[in-house]
């Protein structure tokens, strides 16, 4: 780990909680073979991750006919792929759902911002055959983690700078006023809390797309839908439709496999699942 991310990232346990329960349901789920049985119980030892699974689990993305009312519930019907999204999405309301100052996200905006990224990447991925889903879909959801790192620092930094900034990017702000950015930032983080290259990469690497390129798909993905999230301007209704030309460079989106030719049906698809979004119940 860098001296400058290590710094941010030390104390970090108080302000942003390593989600434990997850990241062991995570680990038991990665390692295949594992009893429905044991990680219902180790999920139900966390209520809050509890609630907000049964709330997702039933939500317009993977709701199903009849309700679903418990854990086990989930498990067997949803299937472990899906279990897998569900854990990681609901631990994740918990990380990113508090406003941002910093960054002038207010409550539930980045939560919003992290969840249209992981759908939209879940869907491009599927046209371009990224093989391993779960962990794209992770890492789409965490892409912007140390922005909640880096929040108070560069607060802080913010009101001791003593000319005005110009309108420069995040990017560039946080380079010069605090030697790091929060792709970085996300990707010690994470790497911190012991999970695997084909999800800090994508995330230390979302702002950089030469870098994308060389660190192959998955990164290429969250980068891209990180790009068309915030050119849609996100919203969770129905309204006009930007073109997707107007804001993302032609050399991105023809970099990945089946994403131009089947532009149309993956922002729609976007949309549908999207549709009625809201993080306003969930703790
Ligand atoms: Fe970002
Ligand atoms: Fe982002």
């Known amino acids: 780990m860098q001296p400058v991310e290590q710094e941010y990232v030390k104390n970090v346990d108080k302000l942003v909680p390593r989600p434990d329960i997850a990241l062991e349901v995570l680990q038991l789920a990665y390692d295949g073979g594992c009893d429905f049985q044991e990680l219902g119980a180790k999920i139900e030892r966390d209520p ?79 046209y371009a055959r990224v093989k391993n889903s779960a962990a794209l879909y992770t890492a789409a959801l ?64 979302h702002h950089e797309f030469h870098k994308a390129l060389i660190h192959k798909l998955p990164t290429l993905v969250v980068h891209l839908a990180n790009l068309l999230v915030e050119g849609m301007g996100f919203v969770a209704e129905n309204g006009p439709r930007p073109a997707v030309e107007d804001f993302v460079d032609e050399r991105i989106y023809t970099a990945v496999p089946g994403f131009h030719r089947n532009m149309e049906d993956i922002i729609d698809e976007f949309y549908e699942k999207i549709h009625g979004l809201d993080s306003g119940g969930m703790g």
């Open 142 to 205: 965490l892409h912007d983690v140390g922005k909640v790192v880096l929040n108070r620092p560069l607060q802080a930094a913010l009101l001791n700078r003593e000319e005005q900034e110009v309108a420069d990017s995040t990017l560039v702000m946080e380079q010069r006023l605090l030697g790091t950015d929060h792709a970085r930032v996300g990707m010690f983080l994470l790497e911190k809390w012991g999970l695997p290259a084909a999800i800090t990469v994508p995330v230390g690497f």
């Open 48 to 126: 809050s991750l509890t609630a907000n699974m049964l709330q997702l689990a039933n939500s317009a993305y993977f709701g199903h006919m009849r309700k679903i009312s418990s854990v086990h519930e989930i498990l067997v019907r949803l299937g472990l792929e899906t279990v897998k999204m569900i854990v990681i999405t609901s631990a994740s309301i918990g990380l990113l759902k508090d406003p941002q100052e910093a960054y002038n996200l207010d409550a539930g905006m980045l939560w919003q911002h992290s969840y249209a990224t992981a759908v939209l990447s879940s869907i491009i991925g599927r």
